[in-house]
Nanobody, 114 residues
């Protein structure tokens, strides 16, 4: 059974940092490209970052480029999203996803507010 469990969200002030984690199980993690998405209230789900199976050639949405870093540890079956210089507009529920699969975690809430 595929499981994706996100963690690390919370309330942070503008300019702060958070590190999200997504622990995967039930499939061969190291073979898949992984993605982070986010969905803000009243908005469509947005692709934030992508990392291929070997970890090179990452991609980011323009809105987070230079502030967020996606990484993965295939030995731990975990993908991360380091978020720095957070802005109120980064407030959303963040989800990890397996590329080409409709596999999603429950999400982790990030609130950026003073």
């Amino acid at each position: 059974q595929v499981q994706l469990v996100e963690s690390g969200g919370g309330l942070v002030q503008p300019g702060g940092s958070l590190r999200l984690s997504c622990a995967a199980s039930g499939f061969t993690f190291s073979m898949y490209t992984m993605k982070w998405y986010r969905q803000a209230p009243g908005k469509e789900r947005e692709l934030v970052a992508t990392i291929p199976s070997a970890g090179a050639y990452t991609n980011y949405a323009d809105s987070v480029k230079g502030r967020f870093t996606i990484s993965r540890d295939n030995a731990k079956n975990t993908v991360y999203l380091q978020m720095n210089s957070l802005k109120p507009e980064d407030t959303a529920v963040y989800y990890c996803n397996v590329h080409t699969r409709d596999w999603w975690g429950q999400g982790t809430q990030v609130i950026v507010s003073s």
